[in-house]
Nanobody, 122 residues
Framework: QPQLVESGGGLVQAGGSLRLSCAAS????????MAWYRQAPGKQQRELVA????????VYADSVKGRFTISRDNSKNTVYLQMNSLQPEDTADYYC???????????????WGQGTQVTVSS
């Protein structure tokens, strides 16, 4: 079963930057979309922050457009999220998500990482 491991979270002041990484490992045949979600403190829902397709197209939430950049290194099965001009509203647990097929002919399924905490102070 594939595993996703995030890293790079931490505590920063408003205006600062962080770079999150998520590496997929394990039984992987093909990775399609990779994305970053976040869940703010006290909220039950996770919101999509950014998504990257297997061919390199990207989409962003309006709230992060122009500040965050998603990228990926397919040779390393890794997706990144460069976060600049961080604001207190960005404080959340950030989760990596990937659509992965484990064997040829198998339908891709969604897998989640354990999350990494980002706290932005004012």
């Amino acid at each position: 079963q594939p595993q996703l491991v995030e890293s790079g979270g931490g505590l920063v002041q408003a205006g600062g930057s962080l770079r999150l990484s998520c590496a997929a490992s394990g039984t992987i045949f093909r990775i399609e979309d990779m994305a970053w979600y976040r869940q703010a403190p006290g909220k039950q829902q996770r919101e999509l922050v950014a998504r990257s397709t297997s061919i390199g197209s990207t989409v962003y939430a309006d709230s992060v457009k122009g500040r965050f950049t998603i990228s990926r290194d397919n040779s390393k099965n890794t997706v990144y999220l460069q976060m600049n001009s961080l604001q207190p509203e960005d404080t959340a647990d950030y989760y990596c998500n990937a659509d992965i097929s484990t064997f040829r002919g198998y339908k891709a399924r969604g897998f989640w990482g354990q999350g990494t905490q980002v706290t932005v102070s004012s």
